[in-house]
T-cell receptor, first 114, second 118 residues
Framework: AQSVSQHNHHVILSEAASLELGCNYS??????LFWYVQYPGQHLQLLLK??????LVKGIKGFEAEFIKSKFSFNLRKPSVQWSDTAEYFC????????????FGTGTRLTIIP | DTGVSQNPRHKITKRGQNVTFRCDPI?????LYWYRQTLGQGPEFLTY????????KSRLLSDRFSAERPKGSFSTLEIQRTEQGDSAMYLC????????????????FGPGTRLLVL
């Protein structure tokens, strides 16, 4: 069965600091990987996704993530965070061809201090 | 594109009552998903539809839960004889068919229905 681990439950950063949120998954086969964001009072929105090809994927709002197959990781990064990045971030995996289910991590709450 | 909509947004009920939630997916999205999210957790998959056919159900979906999508458009999720453990946010998502030009495999989420069982 597929599972996702997000080790950082709550991260607090100052504006302009660099960000890296960890995500590890367990599944030995082909995976599709996602980062979703939930801003306060809003619904889940897709930040970026990886299906195949270049393991470094770029998403909206300056976020990027790197798929490292050997480490089963898909960490999210941003070089310089803004106060508006305050939100909850969820990593999700969809494993195997024809598998419709998204399995989410427990989420990381990011607080940016102005 | 008005996005996925869900109604009601909030529901408070007493234990033992039945509740029904509605989800309207993005127009022409043939796949529709239900997830449940409890405090401090990520969303957990409950079930999904391709058009009107319910193709997968999680073990989380007990006999008290039933979901339908009768005409392949909107969907309803009913919980019978609610229990306090059913308190959660119920999320709906949809995506287009893989044959379309839209980005594949991206599930678009609605705002959710927050259920509180007293």
């Amino acid at each position: 069965a597929q599972s996702v681990s997000q080790h950082n439950h709550h991260v607090i950063l100052s504006e302009a600091a660099s960000l890296e949120l960890g995500c590890n998954y367990s599944y030995g086969g082909t995976v599709n990987l996602f980062w979703y964001v939930q801003y306060p009072g809003q619904h889940l929105q897709l930040l970026l996704k990886y299906f195949s090809g270049d393991p470094l994927v770029k998403g909206i709002k300056g976020f990027e993530a790197e798929f490292i197959k050997s480490k089963f990781s898909f960490n999210l990064r941003k070089p310089s965070v803004q106060w508006s990045d305050t939100a909850e971030y969820f990593c999700a995996v969809n494993a195997g061809f024809g598998n419709e289910k998204l399995t989410f991590g427990t989420g990381t709450r990011l607080t940016i201090i102005p | 594109d008005t996005g996925v909509s869900q109604n009601p947004r909030h529901k408070i009920t007493k234990r033992g009552q039945n509740v029904t939630f509605r989800c309207d997916p993005i127009s022409e999205h043939n796949r529709l998903y239900w997830y449940r999210q409890t405090l401090g957790q990520g969303p957990e998959f409950l079930t999904y539809f391709q058009n009107e056919a319910q193709l997968e159900k999680s073990r989380l979906l007990s006999d008290r839960f039933s979901a339908e999508r009768p005409k392949g458009s909107f969907s309803t999720l009913e919980i019978q004889r609610t229990e306090q453990g059913d308190s959660a946010m119920y999320l709906c998502a949809s995506r287009p068919s893989a044959a379309s030009d839209a980005p594949q495999w991206t599930q678009y989420f609605g705002p959710g229905t927050r259920l509180l069982v007293l």
